[in-house]
């Protein structure tokens, strides 16, 4: 079924991003998921590789958007925060496999990626938050 209460805003003469959107607009009910990191629901790393916590941190924004009544193909934007560029760079096969066996195909999404120094959660290379959006 086609996502009728999402639009994406592509400017004319631009090149299209490759997996990603340059812009949403939506109506609805709005889900505002917090940065996940990958660990379990216990609160444990249960892997100290990246594309591993990759894997957890997108199951975990998965279950917080499925206690929305929210699915995958209800994101409309996402932002990663990384502590290694290169690492990201270097995966990014391994990466969009462990993002389809979780999310799918769906690449409908305002995205962006951001290096930074540390994330609060010691063990993390890797925190994902998301906005997605119910129709009305």
């Given amino acids: 079924m086609p996502n009728t209460h999402r639009q994406v805003l592509q400017p004319v003469?631009?090149?299209?991003?490759?997996g990603y959107v340059n812009g949403v607009a939506a109506t609805g009910r709005m889900i505002f998921v917090a940065g996940q990191v990958?660990?379990?629901?216990?609160?444990?790393?249960?892997?100290?590789?990246?594309?591993d916590q990759v894997r957890q941190a997108l199951e975990n924004v998965k279950a917080v958007l499925a206690e929305?009544?929210?699915a995958p193909e209800h994101i409309t934007?996402?932002?990663w925060y990384l502590t290694d560029k290169r690492e990201y760079s270097a995966r990014t096969r391994e990466i969009g496999e462990a993002?389809?066996?979780?999310?799918?195909r769906e690449y409908q999404i305002a995205m962006s990626a951001v290096e930074v120094s540390g994330l609060i959660e010691d063990g993390?290379?890797?925190?994902?938050?998301?906005?997605?959006?119910?129709p009305a």
């Fill in 38 to 51: 990958g660990w379990n629901a216990a609160g444990q790393f249960v892997s100290d590789d990246f594309v």
């Fill in 124 to 134: 993390a290379k890797v925190e994902i938050e998301v906005t997605a959006v119910l």
């Fill in 99 to 104: 993002y389809r066996q979780v999310l799918g």
């Fill in 13 to 18: 003469g631009w090149v299209a991003p490759r």
């Fill in 68 to 70: 929305g009544g929210a």
């Fill in 77 to 79: 934007r996402m932002t």
